[in-house]
Every structure is written in C-alpha cells, then in structure tokens.
C-alpha cells in the first residue's frame, strides 16, 4: 500500500518519444519529492530526473538534460517522465521513487519507497 506503480513502458524506435507514469494510491501524506532512475543490465541504477513539490523545482542527470521533462500532480504522488530524442543507451528499466527525499536528489538512499520498474526498449 501507498507504493509508488510505474506504467508507459516499452518499445519505441530511436528518435521516437515515450512518456512514463507513476501513481501512488493509499497514501495519505504527500511525498516531499518524487524521482526517475533508471537501470540497464550490468550496470548500477542511475539518476534520470528529481521533481520537489515545494516550489516545483525539477533536476535532470545529464543523460536527460534536453530531452527529458519530468512533471506531476503534488496532491496525487503522481509524476511523469516525458523522454525525447530517445537513443538506444536509453533502454533501461526505470523505476520511480518518492519520500521525504531529505538527502541529494540523485542519490538512491533518499528515497523511501519505489516501485516495481517498467521497461523502456529502443530499438529499430
């Protein structure tokens, strides 16, 4: 209960644009911030892009700056991941994370909950 559960992966051809969700439902307290990682086989999870609610500050890993948005909906502990331009060391598992996330933004360990991850393939 209250996990965050992503949606909106999957197949996409290089240059093409896929947009993920994640909502958390029977939660009752709103996350302080939400986040986008991803992870690609064999290597460690890594940082996508952060959102705090309190002023809507956003923060980006460089592999997203200019094509990736990432926005929500503070009162429903729902974000979006918009990904663009999107290149085949894009394909990736991408999980999202929420919490009080009182430590860097980027950093795994400041998350306190996480979904399951969905799957984002690009390939042509």
């Known amino acids: 209960q209250g996990q965050p559960v992503e949606s909106g992966g999957g197949l996409v051809q290089p240059g093409g644009s896929l947009r993920l969700s994640c909502a958390t439902s029977?939660?009752?307290?709103?996350?302080?911030?939400m986040g986008w990682f991803r992870q690609a086989p064999g290597k460690e999870r890594e940082f996508v892009a952060a959102?705090?609610?309190?002023?809507?500050?956003?923060y980006y890993g460089d592999s997203a700056k200019g094509r990736f948005t990432i926005s929500g909906d503070s009162a429903r502990n729902t974000v979006f991941l918009q990904m663009s331009s999107l290149k085949p060391d894009d394909t990736a598992v991408y999980y999202c994370a929420g919490g009080t996330v009182l430590g860097p933004v980027d950093n795994l360990s400041s998350y306190d909950y996480w979904g399951q991850g969905t799957q984002v393939t690009v390939s042509s």
């Open positions: 029977g939660r009752t307290f709103r996350f302080y911030a």
């Open positions: 959102i705090k609610w309190s002023g809507s500050m956003r």
